[in-house]
């Protein structure tokens, strides 16, 4: 019950327009119930001899005209009459509920994109993105499932308690008899809602794997390719499908097995009302000869049209477990991302910070993912405002790890990371991330213009501070020979640009915002010599002005850092100057020998009183 109010709740907004739409659902009942009285009528009392006996019968006779023929044309018209009502009202209820189920869609969608955006890499690094899409996308369709089990519960119990009011006005009996296949009905939608339940849960995870599978396949495409792996992914893609349409095959065979049950039952009772309805006919008319007074073929009519009508609701009531299994499955896959703590959350005493240049300190910091070895293992060092400073070491050895902790995007598992002194988790997530600005190693382009891949950080920012960006970034240079200049549109994934010419608009983007602090993940790592230089003379004009915290595996991009720090296993080996660390031959000396051609005995010179000095560099 829980989750049914919660995926109703989604429609409070809606009350209004619920209400108007059960009242024309309940005007429309009417319409449709009122329909069989015509036929009863021509048969008994314009074309019979029986006189009108029952309220609707006495109403048409006290307006009808004498004639037989024009009271036919009346039949018919009020015939006409109440199906054109029907059709007008069937129209605007539908409208009505498209409006009505769209609105809560929009909701829970939003609620889930939000969610999906406050939850951490930690997260979605464990989770296929193809599964994030299909919940947001299809999932979420279940709440419109929920509130349509409700509504049809609520038009079908109230069409149903007026149609047994009607037949047990009509022949108490003959009513009994139509209703005894009730409880038959309620035992079978009982016992296959809990199996159609588990095999629509079972079918929607086979589908999200698919998506999955699709995304994946999409978005790799150039590996698949340079690796001649299309038969692979065709193989996996056919797995996938197969196991998809298995499972909605089964899910399916199921739902027509039940629908075959509710079908024989539902058969079962018409023929019974039937049986039973002409033996009171053949008994009251033929032996009994009671006239009007008994049960004539018209009321049997009335009956039987009741009847269809009866069993319509009977039968969507049974088949609301059907209709809701597939619901309730995705409610609960909506639901349990909805329910998912953050993690990277602010503090209920967190603080605001505003956003100024500031000291960076890492305080014992430990990391891991999960229950892995500690990646990082007590990393301590100070950063103050306006340094350049390099994490420089082997791959696998916790730089990137450490980036990703100074704008929260991970939380440390020991020590604490501090703003002038005030640990991170102390202080409001956003106002963390308005001091850092980013430049990944995946260099992350929108498939959108190349001024507002730019500009993403900071939307307001005008042309000229744009184009300033890109110079100082080195991106002007192959901006201004591109068909549309700034406003050429970059395709998805950035396939139309190079890998050098995504990293430098990476930078622009990050040297555009006003953060004072710099994160750069590898940012010559795909640049030619040439341009590796502008950036590293981009990066020593900024020196003094923001922060700048630069990884990278080249040695040359980070020479004239304020401080580096050598990483090895998790820790800080060795720290100081480029120069210092050379002269102290250890782990830095060996990366800088292999990059930068150092002898193993370097050539000495001597000093203006003879002693003896190192060319280290």
């Given at each position: 019950?829980?989750?049914?109010?919660?995926?109703?709740?989604?429609?409070?907004?809606?009350?209004?327009?619920?209400?108007?739409?059960?009242?024309m659902?309940?005007?429309?009942?009417?319409?449709?119930?009122?329909v069989?009285?015509p036929?009863?009528?021509?048969?008994?009392?314009?074309?019979?001899?029986?006189?009108?006996?029952g309220?609707?019968?006495k109403?048409?006779?006290?307006?009808?005209?004498?004639?037989?023929?024009?009271?036919?044309?009346?039949?018919?018209?009020?015939?006409?009459g109440?199906?054109?009502?029907?059709?007008?009202l069937?129209?605007?209820?539908?409208?009505?509920?498209?409006?009505?189920?769209?609105?809560?869609?929009?909701?829970?969608?939003?609620?889930l994109?939000?969610?999906?955006?406050?939850?951490s890499?930690?997260?979605?690094?464990?989770?296929?993105?193809?599964?994030?899409?299909?919940?947001?996308?299809?999932?979420?369709?279940?709440?419109?499932?929920?509130?349509?089990?409700?509504?049809s519960?609520?038009?079908?119990s109230?069409?149903?308690?007026?149609?047994?009011?009607?037949?047990?006005?009509?022949?108490?009996?003959?009513?009994?008899?139509?209703?005894?296949?009730?409880?038959?009905?309620?035992?079978?939608?009982?016992?296959?809602?809990?199996?159609?339940?588990?095999?629509?849960?079972?079918?929607?995870?086979?589908?999200?794997?698919?998506?999955?599978?699709?995304?994946?396949?999409?978005?790799?495409?150039?590996?698949?390719?340079?690796f001649?792996?299309?038969?692979?992914?065709?193989?996996?893609?056919?797995?996938?499908?197969?196991?998809?349409?298995?499972?909605?095959?089964?899910?399916?065979?199921?739902?027509?097995?039940?629908?075959?049950?509710?079908?024989?039952?539902?058969?079962?009772?018409?023929?019974?009302?039937?049986?039973?309805?002409g033996?009171?006919?053949?008994?009251?008319?033929?032996?009994?000869?009671?006239?009007?007074?008994?049960?004539?073929?018209?009321?049997?009519?009335?009956?039987?049209?009741?009847?269809?009508?009866?069993y319509?609701?009977?039968?969507k009531?049974?088949?609301?477990?059907?209709?809701?299994?597939?619901?309730?499955a995705?409610c609960?896959?909506?639901?349990?991302?909805?329910?998912?703590?953050?993690i990277?959350?602010?503090?209920?005493?967190?603080?605001?910070?505003?956003?100024?240049?500031?000291?960076?300190?890492?305080?014992?910091?430990?990391?891991?993912?999960?229950?892995?070895?500690?990646?990082?293992?007590?990393?301590?060092?100070?950063?103050?405002?306006?340094?350049?400073?390099?994490?420089?070491?082997?791959?696998?050895?916790?730089?990137?790890?450490?980036?990703?902790?100074?704008?929260?995007?991970?939380?440390?598992?020991?020590?604490?990371?501090?703003?002038?002194?005030?640990?991170?988790?102390?202080?409001?997530?956003k106002?963390?991330?308005?001091?850092?600005?980013?430049?990944?190693q995946?260099?992350?382009?929108?498939?959108?213009?190349?001024r507002?891949?730019?500009?993403?950080?900071?939307?307001?920012?005008?042309?000229?501070?744009?184009?300033?960006?890109?110079?100082?970034?080195?991106?002007?240079?192959?901006?201004?020979?591109?068909?549309?200049?700034?406003?050429?549109?970059?395709?998805?994934?950035?396939?139309?640009?190079?890998?050098?010419?995504?990293?430098?608009?990476?930078?622009?983007?990050?040297?555009?915002?006003?953060?004072?602090?710099?994160?750069?993940?590898?940012?010559?790592?795909?640049?030619?010599?040439?341009?590796?230089q502008?950036?590293?003379?981009?990066?020593?004009n900024?020196?003094?002005?923001?922060?700048?915290?630069?990884?990278?595996?080249?040695?040359?991009?980070?020479?004239?850092?304020?401080?580096?720090?050598?990483?090895?296993?998790?820790?800080?080996?060795?720290?100081?100057?480029?120069?210092?660390?050379?002269?102290?031959?250890?782990?830095?000396?060996?990366?800088?020998?292999?990059?930068?051609?150092?002898?193993?005995?370097?050539?000495?010179?001597?000093?203006?009183?003879?002693?003896?000095?190192?060319?280290?560099?």
């Amino acid at each position: 019950m829980n989750l049914y109010w919660r995926a109703l709740s989604y429609y409070k907004g809606e009350v209004t327009r619920i209400v108007l739409s059960l009242v024309m659902v309940a005007v429309m009942t009417m319409s449709g119930l009122l329909v069989v009285y015509p036929i009863a009528i021509l048969v008994d009392s314009v074309f019979g001899d029986k006189g009108p006996t029952g309220f609707v019968s006495k109403q048409f006779f006290s307006v009808a005209p004498e004639g037989k023929v024009e009271q036919v044309f009346v039949l018919a018209l009020m015939m006409l009459g109440l199906g054109l009502m029907q059709q007008v009202l069937s129209m605007f209820q539908t409208l009505l509920g498209i409006r009505i189920g769209y609105s809560g869609l929009m909701r829970v969608r939003c609620d889930l994109f939000r969610k999906l955006q406050e939850l951490s890499l930690a997260y979605h690094r464990s989770q296929p993105q193809g599964d994030a899409i299909y919940r947001l996308s299809w999932d979420t369709y279940g709440v419109q499932t929920v509130l349509g089990f409700l509504q049809s519960v609520v038009v079908n119990s109230l069409t149903l308690a007026f149609m047994v009011w009607i037949m047990m006005v009509n022949n108490w009996k003959l009513g009994l008899v139509s209703l005894i296949v009730a409880p038959v009905l309620y035992w079978t939608t009982k016992v296959y809602g809990k199996v159609l339940q588990k095999q629509a849960t079972e079918a929607k995870e086979v589908e999200s794997r698919l998506t999955t599978t699709i995304q994946r396949s999409a978005s790799t495409i150039g590996l698949v390719q340079a690796f001649s792996r299309e038969q692979d992914e065709y193989n996996r893609f056919t797995a996938d499908v197969n196991a998809s349409v298995s499972a909605y095959i089964k899910l399916h065979w199921q739902e027509v097995l039940f629908w075959l049950m509710v079908g024989s039952i539902l058969a079962v009772g018409s023929a019974g009302v039937l049986a039973y309805g002409g033996y009171l006919v053949y008994q009251d008319q033929y032996v009994l000869k009671l006239g009007g007074d008994g049960f004539t073929v018209g009321k049997l009519t009335i009956f039987l049209g009741l009847l269809s009508q009866l069993y319509s609701p009977l039968q969507k009531l049974s088949g609301t477990g059907a209709m809701l299994a597939t619901g309730v499955a995705g409610c609960r896959r909506v639901f349990e991302v909805l329910d998912r703590d953050p993690i990277i959350k602010d503090d209920p005493q967190s603080i605001a910070m505003p956003k100024q240049s500031r000291v960076l300190e890492l305080d014992d910091v430990y990391f891991r993912y999960g229950d892995r070895e500690n990646v990082l293992d007590g990393v301590t060092c100070t950063i103050k405002p306006g340094e350049m400073v390099a994490f420089v070491g082997s791959s696998g050895v916790g730089k990137t790890t450490l980036l990703n902790l100074i704008p929260r995007f991970y939380d440390p598992v020991g020590g604490g990371i501090k703003l002038d002194g005030t640990d991170l988790r102390k202080i409001k997530v956003k106002d963390v991330r308005k001091h850092t600005a980013l430049v990944l190693q995946e260099n992350v382009v929108l498939p959108t213009s190349v001024r507002e891949n730019i500009a993403y950080g900071r939307p307001d920012a005008t042309d000229a501070q744009i184009k300033h960006a890109a110079e100082l970034a080195g991106a002007a240079s192959f901006i201004d020979k591109l068909d549309h200049k700034y406003e050429e549109q970059i395709s998805e994934a950035g396939s139309n640009l190079s890998g050098g010419q995504r990293q430098r608009i990476s930078i622009a983007r990050a040297l555009l915002t006003e953060a004072p602090i710099i994160i750069m993940d590898e940012p010559t790592s795909a640049l030619d010599p040439q341009h590796e230089q502008l950036i590293i003379e981009t990066l020593n004009n900024i020196k003094g002005h923001r922060t700048l915290i630069l990884v990278s595996h080249r040695l040359s991009t980070v020479s004239d850092c304020d401080q580096i720090f050598v990483m090895d296993a998790g820790k800080i080996v060795e720290r100081g100057k480029h120069a210092d660390l050379l002269k102290q031959r250890g782990l830095y000396w060996q990366m800088a020998k292999h990059q930068l051609k150092l002898e193993d005995n370097p050539p000495q010179r001597h000093g203006e009183h003879g002693e003896q000095l190192e060319v280290t560099s």
